[in-house]
């Protein structure tokens, strides 16, 4: 571990020896334990001084603590693994009045709701190293909340970087596009920060890991949500077929020919080559042929 721990707490991994708190694969937990990385995660989450953070998953908070010691006005820190509240609370009674532990599942809540009851004051930002089993679950269900723009103004997150390489990914990069790119792209402007090695984490993951910024984009182009998230199941699900074939999948529309004809498609297009200007005009479609 590089650097020195915040004033009045102890080394991280003296912390997480104290209290027995060896990661779980179950859980995802991989912990990071370097100060550089958390504080350099924190900071491109930044300027911290007025925002409400929400932090999922933060284990035994190496990243929490970076985000208070750089200034963050609140973090709302939500963990289901009780073994780590002890360590919460620590931080917690370092940062008085700063930090507000729920421990709970991050995948039962009403977002909005949730930091309602909890006084969360805009801006609100998400900033965390997702648990690796739920981060892609946790982000299309954040995507798809409506209205739009939802109650973040910014996200950054930890994934895979296979995973981050899908969320950013356009039809140039046909091999990770897929519905994923096609929500994340069409309701924020996203982009690569930076990469982390799997030497940072204890344990060490396989695989390197990536910080990825997704900023709400203001006036996304007109489509439903839902209706975007059927057509790119079906045109993705298949997506070494024709979409003349593949959405034969959709329910209620009939030949998908026609379907295309009134997007302005070519049936014979597969998926990865189309944009989401082009899904966004295929989702219209849809809604308009089954009400």
């Not at 801006?123 to 690796?132: S, W």
């Not at 039809?171 to 402007?189: F, I, K, M, S, T």
């Not at 890991?209 to 007109?222: F, M, Y």
């Amino acid at each position: 571990m590089t650097g020195d721990p915040p004033p009045g707490l102890p080394p991280l991994r003296d912390v997480v020896a104290r209290h027995g708190l060896m990661a779980k694969k179950s859980l995802g937990q991989n912990f990071l334990f370097d100060l550089n990385l958390t504080g350099k995660i924190a900071r491109a989450a930044g300027p911290l001084e007025e925002a409400t953070i929400l932090e999922i998953g933060p284990g035994p908070g190496g990243l929490t603590r970076a985000l208070l010691s750089n200034g963050a006005k609140k973090v709302i820190a939500v963990e289901r693994d009780e073994r780590c509240l002890a360590a919460l609370e620590e931080i917690a009674a370092a940062f008085p009045g700063r930090l507000d532990i729920f421990p709970g599942d991050a995948l039962a809540l009403d977002y909005p709701a949730f930091l309602a009851a909890r006084g969360a004051e805009p801006p609100i930002r998400i900033c965390a190293n997702l648990p690796y089993n739920i981060g892609t679950q946790l982000l299309t269900t954040w995507l798809a909340l409506d209205p739009w723009p939802s109650f973040f103004d910014r996200l950054v997150l930890m994934f895979q970087r296979e995973v981050a390489e899908r969320i950013v990914a356009t039809p140039r990069e046909r091999a990770d596009y897929g519905r994923l790119g096609v929500l994340a792209n069409w309701r924020c402007e996203t982009r690569i920060l930076f990469d982390v090695p799997p030497s940072a984490f204890t344990p060490p993951p396989k695989v390197t890991s990536s910080v990825v910024e997704l900023r709400p984009r203001a006036d996304p182009l007109p489509c439903g949500v839902r209706a975007l998230e059927k057509v790119t199941l079906a045109a993705f699900g298949q997506r070494r077929k024709m979409l003349r074939q593949a959405l034969k999948s959709l329910p209620g529309i009939g030949d998908p020919a026609l379907l295309l004809e009134e997007a302005g498609i070519e049936p014979t297009r597969r998926a990865e080559e189309i944009d989401i200007a082009g899904f966004c005009a295929l989702a219209r479609a849809f809604s308009r042929r089954t009400g």
